[in-house]
């Protein structure tokens, strides 16, 4: 199976700040890369799919890069709503694996 | 707009079987897979496995092969995931979720979810 790893697992900042997530895959996976929020008690929400594509009615402090093996997520300056957990998947390969999460605070 | 309606929370014990509901609306559903996620408490997400609704296909995580069982009912719209020989670690929510591409185009990114069901498995 490939494997995702995320770090931060857990960060800190203020409103304002631009947060940044990687996402490193232990093999190629090209650009077939998603992230998700999750606030606490929800399901998860697609917040980019494709490595950088900004899913529709997704704010556009969102945004996503990378290819092959390393992803970066960002939040251009964080909101109070944007306080969840992220999460990275890949789907090159089955099974679909995801990151262990990065768990956002303000 | 497209819904994903789950089942209720259970309770079972260890060696039961367990069968979640997922009822959908606002879309065709022999369009998209339909992929099945779980969360234990206070962990990640886990895929696994996911359904054609339109050939009723089928793709399972090797670490659920032989326990889980996915199907569909294209008369009502409802897609179900049954697992089978429940342990205390299969206590988690478990969601239903619908592909974002047509199930022409592609499978793998998940875009509407289902408000999830809560197995728990306790003797």
């Known amino acids: 199976d490939i494997q995702m790893t995320q770090s931060p697992s857990s960060l800190s900042a203020s409103v304002g700040d631009r947060v940044t997530i990687t996402c490193q895959a232990s093999?190629?996976?090209?650009?077939?890369l998603n992230w998700y929020q999750q606030k606490p008690g929800k399901a998860p929400n697609l917040l980019i799919y494709?490595?950088?594509n900004l899913e529709t009615g997704v704010p556009s402090r969102f945004s996503g890069s990378g290819s092959g093996t390393d992803f970066t997520f960002t939040i251009s300056s964080l909101q109070p709503e944007d306080v969840a957990t992220y999460y990275c998947?890949?789907?090159?390969?089955?099974?679909?694996?995801f990151g262990g999460g990065t768990k956002v605070e303000i | 707009q497209v819904q994903l309606v789950q089942s209720g929370a259970e309770v079972k014990k260890p060696g039961a079987s367990v069968k979640v509901s997922c009822k959908t609306s606002?879309?065709?559903?022999?369009?998209?897979?339909v992929h099945w996620v779980r969360q234990a408490p206070g962990q990640g997400l886990e895929w696994m496995g996911w359904?054609?609704?339109?050939?009723?296909?089928?793709k399972y995580a090797q670490k659920f092969q032989g326990r889980v069982t996915m199907t569909g009912d294209t008369s009502i719209n409802t897609a179900y995931m049954e697992l089978s020989g429940l342990r205390s670690d299969d206590t988690a929510v478990y969601y239903c979720?619908?592909?974002?591409?047509?199930?022409?185009?592609?499978?793998?990114?998940?875009?509407?979810w289902g408000q999830g069901t809560l197995v728990t498995v306790s003797s």
């Open positions: 979720a619908r592909e974002r591409f047509l199930a022409a185009a592609g499978v793998g990114v998940i875009r509407h």
């Open positions: 606002g879309y065709t559903f022999t369009g998209h897979y």
């Open positions: 359904i054609n609704p339109n050939s009723f296909d089928t």
């Open positions: 093999q190629d996976i090209n650009d077939f």
């Open positions: 494709d490595a950088s």
């Open positions: 998947q890949q789907y090159d390969i089955l099974p679909l694996t």
